[in-house]
Nanobody, 123 residues
Framework: QVQLVESGGGLVQAGGSLRLSCQAS????????MAWFRQAPGKEREFVAV????????YFVDSVQGRFAISRDNAKNTMYLQMNSLRPEDTAVYYC????????????????WGQGTQVTVSS
């Protein structure tokens, strides 16, 4: 069992920045690939970014490439999403997820999920 808790969401103006955190507990954090997904009202949950177990590999959806950065601190059992140059279209509930077996963009491969944190970007 792995427990994941997101934090750091909030309301910002377009062009601003936020840093989301995902705190893990229950199992060895370094054994898991970690990812961020987001879900806007009325839309399907979509992939945002993923980071490998040791943090050596990352991948981003095209819409956030160059604006977002994903990182992890295995000593603190924490993953981060730094979001810069935010746009109204980034407004969504952001979820962290963990996979013990896969590094990919498919939400079906992630067995553990957090409760989500709201990010709202005003124009």
């Amino acid at each position: 069992q792995v427990q994941l808790v997101e934090s750091g969401g909030g309301l910002v103006q377009a062009g601003g920045s936020l840093r989301l955190s995902c705190q893990a507990s229950g199992r060895t954090f370094s054994n898991y690939n970690m990812a961020w997904f987001r879900q806007a009202p009325g839309k399907e949950r979509e992939f945002v970014a993923v980071i490998s177990r040791a943090g050596s590999r990352t991948y981003f959806v095209d819409s956030v490439q160059g604006r977002f950065a994903i990182s992890r601190d295995n000593a603190k059992n924490t993953m981060y999403l730094q979001m810069n140059s935010l746009r109204p279209e980034d407004t969504a509930v952001y979820y962290c997820a963990a996979s013990g077996d896969y590094y990919n963009v498919n939400r079906r491969e992630y067995e553990y999920w957090g409760q989500g944190t709201q990010v709202t970007v005003s124009s």
